[in-house]
């Protein structure tokens, strides 16, 4: 069974050691968070291939996650939560939960619904959401990168750079276009800022770090 991560994020110590449990007896990898923002810290700096996320969290609520992480993920989400109410269900699936699940629940019933999301997720991802460059598979809906194998962990940022280099290859950009391209024209960014992710992501890549290259004077480009 491939090994899927997991986020859970729940603000009962005791409920999150007990979905921890179930999903590592079935051999998922899970993660845990205490609150919202810790929850979207973690989804930043790590792929994962599911979300559990509790609705009543401090700092920023489940459903405030949910919103943030469809921007820019299609991964499938649970919505786990006490509440019972039509409203907060009807709430949850419009902003993109993919599932809602009611405490007190079966760890069966937990179980079933995480394979039956995973499953629709694999089996309807489109061939265009995975691309082969030289010894690099990059998921576009999960945001992972494996090269040769072992999947680097990159941030958002790091990930949209490489998106944009491999779009784009031969290009050449500046440090002020990508920038404009990745961070936004109103950031508050620099280009040392770019340099700094560049730098970063190039050891991450290993090997395949040597495909972006400097165009002294001018930018960056990737090339193969």
């Keep these: 069974m491939t090994k899927y991560k997991i986020l859970i994020a729940d603000d009962e110590e005791q409920m999150v050691a007990l979905v921890g449990s179930y999903l590592d007896k079935e051999g998922y990898q899970t993660v845990v968070a ?21 609705i009543m969290m401090p700092k920023l609520d489940g459903f405030s996650v949910c919103k943030t992480v469809r921007e820019s993920s299609n ?18 699936l419009k ?17 079933a619904r995480v394979e039956a999301l995973l499953r629709r997720s694999n089996n ?3 061939p265009q959401q995975l691309l082969t460059v030289d010894n690099m598979v990059i ?3 999960g945001h992972k990168v494996e090269v040769e194998g072992q999947t680097l962990n990159l ?13 784009h290859q031969g290009q050449v950009f500046s440090r002020d276009q990508l920038l404009d391209k990745i961070w936004g024209f109103d950031s508050t960014g620099t280009p040392r800022t770019v340099d700094t992710h560049i730098k ?3 050891i991450k890549m290993g090997s395949a770090g040597a495909y972006i290259k400097t165009v002294w004077g001018v930018g960056y480009k990737f090339e193969i």
């Design 139 to 141: 998921d576009l809906e």
């Design 124 to 126: 309807f991802r489109l």
């Design 34 to 54: 205490y609150d919202g923002t810790e929850a979207l810290s973690y989804w930043q700096r790590q792929p994962f291939d599911l979300l559990i996320l509790d």
């Design 200 to 202: 970063t992501l190039r």
């Design 155 to 167: 941030t958002r940022k790091e990930f949209s750079l490489l998106q944009f280099f491999i779009n």
């Design 75 to 92: 991964v499938p989400i649970i919505m786990l939560t006490a509440k019972s109410e039509e409203l907060d269900r009807v709430h949850g």
């Design 95 to 111: 902003i993109g939960a993919d599932d809602y699940i009611v405490k007190p629940f079966s760890p069966k019933e937990l179980i």
